[in-house]
């Protein structure tokens, strides 16, 4: 998940610094790193923390070794400051579905954002929105990119961690079926008929919904193999209608290209063979 071969390693000779920031987010990811608590004490003296606006008015100016990416591009501002941000960080890396998939709001996406203003807004003239909410990898070049919503935090020190050591982070690519099988968790879909998007879910929970009863619904986003077209008829067979199947697609990570291709097809069946039919006339 990284756009270049290089192995992220600070410069010498001085204490790294790092930069947290904020796009369209509810701000769970920015959170989670606070959250870290005592996790954080060994590295505190490792790192200088340069700009963070969650956590300290400090700001400095930069550039930054390491910038902590969180949020998706919804204005024409975000568009040009994430332009900014990278040019300003020697390494990018995104946190949470939001910075990775778009997020929630990439609901606007699939729907007519004008409208939307029309309805929400009395004066929808002052509203200065993009039609589609995206990740920040689709407007500049990203080094790695943390999924989750909100992301783990044992995966958010491995990435600080990786980046300290010179190495790459040891994020898995495989999907929630891994953890699932190693907690000795009996398969909800086998066992009980329960959906359960783990098998095309991207690891990093640990399969906690499973292991309460519950079907994931996949909030890390589409694992690194998916093949959703075989899928769907197994969330079928287990009792989700299609609607409810576009529904679970396009949560915390509705416009990754997995599962944003899947749920359109659910929602406009026959398009894709209608647009190729005509392209090829």
Not at 201 to 216: E, N, Q
Not at 226 to 239: M, S, Y
Request: glycine content about 8%; proline content about 8%.
């Amino acid at each position: 998940m990284t756009t270049d071969d290089h192995e992220p390693r600070p410069r010498a000779g001085h204490r790294p610094t790092l930069a947290v920031w904020k796009f369209a987010s509810c701000d769970g990811c920015q959170l989670t790193l606070l959250d870290c608590e005592d996790e954080l004490l060994p590295l505190a003296g490792q790192l200088e923390v340069s700009y963070f606006l969650e956590a300290t008015s400090t700001a400095g100016p930069g550039p930054y070794d390491l910038s902590l990416v969180d949020g998706s591009i919804t204005t024409p501002q975000d568009a040009a400051r994430i332009q900014h941000i990278r040019a300003v960080s020697r390494h990018l890396v995104t946190i949470g579905a939001c910075a990775t998939a778009g997020g929630i709001q990439a609901l606007r996406n699939f729907a007519d954002v004008a409208e939307y203003r029309a309805v929400v807004y009395a004066s929808p003239e002052y509203i200065d929105t993009l039609d589609e909410s995206t990740a920040i990898a689709l407007n500049v070049p990203v080094d790695f990119e943390l999924r989750g919503c909100p992301i783990d935090r044992g995966q958010l020190l491995e990435v600080i961690t990786a980046f300290l050591t010179g190495r790459r982070p040891d994020i898995p690519d495989h999907s929630v079926c891994f953890p699932c099988k190693r907690r000795g968790t009996v398969c909800l879909p086998v066992a009980k008929g329960v959906p359960c998007l783990g098998p095309v879910t991207h690891d990093g929970c640990g399969a906690l919904c499973p292991s309460y009863g519950r079907g994931c619904y996949g909030c890390f986003g589409p694992s690194a193999s998916t093949n959703l077209p075989a899928f769907v008829p197994l969330l079928r067979r287990d009792g989700m209608t299609d609607t409810d199947v576009v529904r679970v697609l396009r949560t915390f990570n509705a416009a990754a290209p997995d599962f944003a291709e899947a749920s359109t097809a659910l929602e406009h069946p026959g398009r894709d063979t209608v647009e190729r039919s005509e392209g090829e006339r």
